[in-house]
DNA sequence: GTGAAAGCGCTAACAT
DNA sequence: ATGTTAGCGCTTTCAC
């Protein structure tokens, strides 16, 4: 029937299937990458020498001519250290936070054939390296979720001019592509519901004090306590951990024991308000509403059920990687910054 | 001072280095990739002209010509479809456990500049495209992460011939490396402790029956039970979710009203329990003792905390990395199992 | 010890 | 519409 042909040995390349097919090389890539020009014959002939060599194309040879990888990294940047001794690594995904941003950001790039790199940059070194593998072509671009605001990263992606976007505004203004959600708007959720349910002493959880996205809840919460005629609110800093909630919950009720409402930064702290709450034999929502912020999944861990301010972080992931590709595609792709609304979720709590 | 070189556009070559340091391009491939027989003074000529071009190597390139890229894939993969709706994305960071793999493999990774590529595999089309992500070169392997037993990817990945390490034994024999825990030997734990408390009339909320790990949970803690003196153990099934743990208890609970123990095959589970037995008045650990199983971040936030299987989750996930590498590194290396012994961890519930 | 030269597999001008 | 050709930036024999 056909030809004999030398028997392909390894990986059968492109020239195997031009081989096969009977044409160039070039033909053979323009069928692959969908370049019309082609007659419907010779296309038919192609697809099915790609089938019969079992061809891939190679990513390395493609890439080394289009200066495409076709990956991003994913970069989860900050100080570390907080976690009595456990490795960054491990602390990262104790928070259901970046286990949904991850989530979401794969949502919007596995359709497009692209994959995460996962990385880390907790250190100067680690920093240097994500750039490195950044400069070394390993990733077209960095969506960066950084943990604190002194981060020197985005500043260092800028300098090397790297397609990037960051998780939320930076804290020095920096020329970087970002999305966020507006944490007053959901500061003030949070303060309206406490009002409306009639609390009279609420309090606040606060997050870690140089994270942007903490400064905003909390003065947030504070402008709208203020307007509602509270101009003075107790607060505690804690570190978004459901242990620091805990304790944070434990001092509150030790300085102000009258305390009939409390706003926590985040969902974990929230839990661990409510553990606090439940040893000091307050009932919740009754003696003292408590309300969270993300809606993650330890809002609905535990009892009562956690009222909290929704951030859309699957969809903001998403939007993440889409301006993401937009800069890759186009380098002239101008900065831009996605705002999201938060919304109140109610359920037990308050 | 310096012979005046062209001006450099763009990213600095070896080519460039080269000049700069008036060699050639072989010797500066030398020194980048450590090979001796380069005379020590060249050496430093030539780290100052990398140093002063800035000079990076492209991954591309130098992939073109090794047949390595210097990452893995980490690939998730599994049936998805349980949590109501939600992306197999979203579902997958649900349980600690993931973020906590993930974790344990890039400790081991990263030191050794290698990152890992996120992938999930929930659907048949996902699946190929792990499968032709691999062929095409894209990782030099995969870890992999399955959630339930049937999975075909095993077998795919081992008929494609690439390397590849499982976390847990595969459901059918399969030729592959793998990492896992002793499930029997955490089970006994969990029923020695619940014995030696005085529980009498003990019951189980397993894992789905179509996980392997759940089975060995299930009928090793059943043996055990059995070996005590207890040869009927009364189970529900539940998925590894926090709310099919709280749903499973009461079921228990409506069925069998004089419980005293639990053995739950995860935390997420176990504390989905707790909060049914609280429900229903009952004290934890003095009516009903309670166990968990992986001692996750769960454990911990609830109250009281949870005594649990401590399941060395990243020991294990660098295990599985070190395997890779050295399937990696060498195509004829063993396939290999390693198992780790699981411990006790006696905390509040039991 | 160092350099010259030959590719790795692919895409993209440029011809035809 | 298809083929020819010239690289992309690197490693690696093979000479010297």
Redesign the interface.
């Known amino acids: 029937m056909s030809t004999d042909l030398p028997p392909l040995q390894g990986?059968p390349t492109l020239e195997d299937v031009a081989r096969v097919a009977g044409v160039s090389r070039a033909t053979v890539s323009r069928v692959i990458n969908g370049i019309r020009n082609v007659a419907p014959d010779i296309q038919e002939t192609v697809q099915q020498a790609i089938a019969t060599t079992g061809y891939?194309?190679?990513?390395?040879?493609r890439?080394?001519v289009t200066r495409r990888?076709?990956?991003v990294?994913?970069v989860v940047s900050g100080a570390g250290g907080d976690a009595g001794g456990e490795?960054f690594?491990?602390?990262?995904?104790?928070d259901?936070f970046?286990?949904?941003v991850?989530?979401?950001a794969?949502?919007f790039l596995?359709p497009r054939?692209i994959?995460?790199?996962?990385?880390?940059a907790e250190t100067a070194h680690?920093r240097d390296?994500v750039i490195?593998?950044l400069?070394?072509?390993?990733a077209d671009g960095a969506l960066l979720v950084s943990t604190h605001g002194e981060d020197p990263l985005p500043r260092l992606i800028v300098e090397a001019g790297l397609p990037a976007v960051l998780w939320a505004r930076p804290a020095r203004p920096t020329p970087i592509s970002y999305v966020d959600l507006s944490h007053r708007a959901g500061a003030e959720l949070a303060a309206d519901r406490l009002v409306a349910r009639g609390c009279r002493r609420v309090a606040t959880i606060s997050g870690p004090f140089d994270v942007r996205a903490s400064q905003d809840r909390l003065s947030g919460f504070q402008d709208a306590m203020a307007r509602y005629g509270h101009p003075y609110i107790p607060g505690v800093e804690g570190n978004f951990t459901?242990?620091s909630g805990e304790a944070g919950m434990h001092r509150l009720l030790a300085e102000h024991p009258d305390i009939d409402g409390v706003f926590a930064a985040n969902d974990?702290m929230a839990?661990?308000a409510l553990?606090a709450l439940?040893?000091h034999g307050r009932a919740v929502p009754d003696d003292v509403a408590v309300i969270g912020f993300d809606d993650s999944?330890?809002a609905?861990?535990?009892?009562p059920q956690l009222t909290t301010v929704r951030q859309p972080m699957?969809d903001m992931a998403g939007e993440m990687a889409r301006l993401l590709l937009a800069h890759i595609e186009d380098p002239d792709f101008q900065v831009t910054s996605v705002i999201f609304p938060p919304a109140l979720v109610v359920r037990q709590s308050a």
């Open positions: 990986t891939v194309p190679n990513r390395a040879a890439s080394l990888t076709g990956s990294a994913l490795p690594e491990s602390q990262v995904f104790a259901p970046f286990g949904r991850a989530g979401g794969v949502a596995r054939g994959h995460p790199v996962l990385m880390f680690a390296q490195g593998y400069r070394q072509g390993s459901h242990d974990l839990q661990g553990l439940r040893e999944s330890a609905t861990a535990c009892r699957e």
